[in-house]
């Protein structure tokens, strides 16, 4: 397909594709063309050579490779794709939905600001309609693999006629599509190949702060083709990018259902690092779940796995007649249990970040543990805390963040919530 990036010993790719070398050298300095690594002096090879350390994932790139990109035209036929979603965008999603349909009109870079629970997907329904009907190659990459299996198939129900691929790991066939659902890793296999690329959670570990994968999304667009990041946190680098580039900045405020963000309470525990070994503390927190779980379900935070484990152990006596469970990046079991989850199987459900963001439960409470520790940045807390009251009828669902110190982060993450509401409260003036 057109875009698609191979990498070749030099020489032997095939003639009528673009070729450029895998590393080319700026003031005798190597730097890795795929992902724009610059090459420290100690990574070369036994005859010398230099290689890349930065997308090893992918396959070596030396200074005796070149990466060949298929040119060949993908003769698309325009054709109607229509957008078979039954619901309704409020009168607030239908505003930014035009606009960002108007942004891919005029080619213009395009960030927009969401709250999370705002309904970001469904806004995209109309620009994605018309990218299938100008026969424009789109990718919808995002740096979480939950993400991309929570997007795709809904993508796919609005959609069930347009050429939809899902990836998300090395290994799997590419086949012909039109709209590709992929981490941001993926993008790495394309230069200049999208006309639409679409960036969800940009500010989301492993995207946020990473070079390597700033210059895969870069180079992954054609150079007539435009960028949408969607975020409900965007960092300041971020934001200072859309004013320097002049990209058009559209804002949500307001949730679909319109009713305000859940301000975190925050509550004082003592050594919540200790937590487990602890029968008072354990105590504490086995209260603060029964009291929750009064009205909702819960899902509980933890900063690090093995605290996790530990933590699940100790508190399953405390919380006897609940049906408790764990999940995090490292379980096999992961996809089951937050299936199960949303099915109602469970009514605890201990997490790590895992579940920061992507994942809509219907009335569940959160609680985060240590919301000190340094894993929870503002912008982690930000979508964890959004992950109360996204689903169903308002059920008091709560956001308790269990702290010792009170961080910058911690303390940040409030102020903002707060702001947004009421940022929320002036759009409605509007
Ligand atoms: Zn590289």
Request: one cysteine or more; proline letters at 5%; glycine letters at 6%.
């Amino acid at each position: 397909m057109q875009g698609k990036q191979e990498l070749y010993p030099k020489g032997t790719g095939p003639k009528d594709a673009h070729t450029r070398p895998g590393i080319a050298f700026y003031k005798g300095r190597p730097q890795c063309q795929r992902c724009g690594t610059w090459i420290a002096e100690n990574c070369r090879l036994e005859n010398g050579a230099y290689f890349c350390p930065g997308c090893l994932l992918l396959g070596r790139v030396t200074e005796f490779h070149e990466l060949v990109t298929d040119v060949t035209p993908i003769a698309r036929p325009k054709e109607v794709v229509p957008c078979v979603w039954s619901g309704t965008l409020t009168a607030k999603q239908a505003v930014v939905a035009i606009a960002l349909k108007e942004c891919l009109d005029k080619r213009q870079n395009a960030l927009l600001w969401a709250v999370t629970g705002s309904g970001k997907t469904e806004m995209l329904f109309p620009m994605l309609e018309q990218a299938f009907q100008e026969g424009l190659q789109v990718a919808y990459a995002t740096p979480r693999i939950d993400v991309c299996n929570e997007v795709y198939p809904r993508l796919r129900q609005a959609f069930p006629s347009g050429g939809i691929l899902l990836r998300h790991s090395q290994g799997e066939e590419w086949g012909d599509f039109q709209l590709l659902v992929a981490t941001t890793h993926q993008l790495l296999h394309f230069y200049r190949a999208f006309d639409l690329l679409i960036i969800d959670e940009s500010d989301a570990f492993p995207y946020v702060d990473n070079p390597v994968l700033h210059q895969a999304s870069r180079l992954a667009v054609k150079e007539q083709g435009i960028t949408v990041h969607l975020t409900a946190t965007p960092s300041r680098e971020l934001k200072q990018k859309r004013e320097k580039e002049n990209w058009c900045l559209l804002t949500l405020f307001q949730r679909y259902h319109k009713r305000p963000l859940v301000v975190p309470e925050l509550c004082f525990m003592e050594n919540w690092h200790k937590l487990p070994e602890r029968k008072r503390g354990l105590k504490k927190l086995a209260r603060l779940c029964e009291t929750l779980l009064k009205d909702n379900r819960l899902l509980l935070f933890c900063p690090q796995i093995d605290y996790l484990k530990r933590l699940e152990q100790a508190l399953q006596p405390y919380l006897a007649q609940w049906r408790v469970t764990s999940v995090s990046a490292r379980d096999e079991k992961r996809q089951e249990k937050i299936q199960g989850m949303r099915e109602g199987e469970w009514d605890v459900l201990l997490t790590s970040t895992v579940l920061e963001r992507g994942v809509t439960f219907a009335n569940v409470s959160v609680v985060v543990l240590g919301a000190d520790h340094e894993v929870f940045t503002k912008s982690v807390l930000i979508q964890i805390a959004g992950r109360v009251d996204r689903l169903g009828e308002y059920r008091h669902g709560r956001v308790v963040f269990c702290y010792q110190e009170q961080t910058y982060p911690l303390r940040q993450a409030i102020v903002e919530i707060k702001a947004i509401n009421r940022k929320r409260g002036q759009e409605d003036a509007l």
